[in-house]
């Protein structure tokens, strides 16, 4: 296996992103758009050391993004993003890896999937570097200053580059070092690394990339990239029948020739939902919450249970977006109260009906549910959190 060091480009003062802090240092959720781009990257098999590029005075800014990282200290950057590339490799060279992949600090959302592309395409035989990119899907105009539309440029074969760009790494050395030979004007020629190692005459490969690799440049970005995300969990539960006349089911009572036995009021849909919702937050399951052994739940009115889940869900600045219950039993006949059921969901969960969705199915008289012994609820939630 080579040795891949990441070398993160940070020291861009992103004259289009207009904000208090450069874009990679600006709050991304409740972390640094540097923090989330470092703990991507650790995160990847065959990425065995990570190397960060700043710009000299945000050395503050830096140790806050990186506070807990076991990182060796920043390197500083140059006068463009091709010398703080330069000054990035020549540090590296003490101890020099196999493989360099120059990566955006304002990427960070990079796929573990698309590096492992990357680091396959470089492996082969002959190739210098590989580049993520995307085949460019828009159509191309070239416009005057005076906003007119001149041309239209063919479009075929044109990706957009992206990092990480991934190189061996002595070629890319010398292929900077030359570059940054040819002088002032030339030197902020370059936009990628792989426009260095083309001029040196390497061979470097296009890798398509999944398309989760935004890059961060402005404020509005910035803003789309904060806000949420979308969670979906599943939810499982049981009850059995025990002599009764009514059952709960989704907050209604129905009658019926016998009642669900449980330590609650067992309502079995209202407890698959509770499941459910919990999962998208990752806060356990309605055991845990409402332990059976505690004596206070004997009885309780189940409506509680899924309150205080989308309590927590809310909690974290969620909102449930829809939820999806089947109740599977051969008695009683869901069909007739199906629409009070959704209803009933509706405003315990506090949402419209529109969100709310209750199936029944049978077992076609197979298994637990089919010889009436029980009723099974399955449901599945779908949430939208804030970033985490
Ligand atoms: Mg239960």
């Known amino acids: 296996m080579p040795t891949c060091t990441a070398l993160i480009v940070a020291a861009g003062r992103g004259s289009r992103f207009g904000g208090p802090l450069p874009k ?7 972390q640094p758009v540097l923090r989330r781009t470092l703990a991507a990257l650790q995160a990847i098999p065959g990425i065995d050391r990570l190397r ?15 506070e807990g990282f076991d990182l060796p200290p920043p390197i500083l950057g140059g006068p463009s993003r091709q010398l703080s590339v330069l000054n990035g490799l020549e540090a ?6 196999d493989l360099v992949a120059i990566h955006d600090a304002a990427r960070p959302f990079v796929q573990a999937t698309d590096i492992a592309a990357c680091l396959e395409a470089v492996a082969a035989q002959g190739v210098d570097g590989a580049v993520l990119g995307i085949p460019l899907a828009d159509t191309l ?5 005076k906003g007119t539309i001149s041309a239209t440029i063919p479009r075929d074969n044109l990706w957009r580059a992206q990092t990480p760009q991934i190189f061996r790494f002595a070629p890319l050395l010398q292929a900077h070092r030359d570059a940054a030979a040819l002088g002032a004007t030339e030197t902020t020629a370059f936009t990628d690394d792989a426009a260095v190692a083309e001029r ?5 490969v296009m890798v398509a990339g999944s398309g989760d690799n935004t890059k961060i440049t402005t404020a509005e970005d910035l803003q789309r990239a904060s806000t949420m995300e979308t969670r979906t969990a599943f939810g499982f539960d049981v009850h059995g029948f025990a002599p009764g006349t009514a059952v709960m089911l989704g907050g ?19 407890h698959a939902l509770t499941d459910a919702i919990l ?7 309605i055991g845990l919450h409402f332990p059976p052994s505690d004596p206070q739940w004997r009885g309780a009115s189940s ?16 909102r449930v977006i829809h939820l999806d219950l089947t109740l599977i039993c051969e008695a009683p006949r869901i069909g007739p109260h199906r629409e009070a059921m959704v209803n009933s969901i509706a405003r315990i969960a506090g949402i419209s009906r529109e969100r709310v969705s209750v199936k029944a199915t049978t077992t076609e008289g197979l298994g637990f549910t089919g010889r009436r012994e029980g009723i099974a609820a399955q449901a599945v939630a779908t949430v939208e959190v804030p970033r985490s």
């Open 141 to 145: 105009k070239r416009v005057t200053d």
């Open 303 to 318: 409506d509680r249970f899924l309150k205080h889940a989308l309590g927590l869900l809310a909690e974290r600045g969620g």
């Open 200 to 204: 040196a005459g390497l061979k470097v």
């Open 279 to 285: 999962g998208t937050i990752g806060a356990g399951d």
């Open 52 to 66: 960060v590029v700043i710009a000299a005075g945000d050395e503050g800014h830096y140790r806050a993004a990186a």
């Open 24 to 30: 990679q240092y600006a709050l991304l959720g409740a």
């Open 252 to 270: 209604l009572s129905i009658p019926h020739v016998q009642t669900l036995g449980g330590h609650s009021d067992a309502d079995v849909g209202l």
């Open 92 to 97: 590296l060279t003490t101890d020099a890896p």
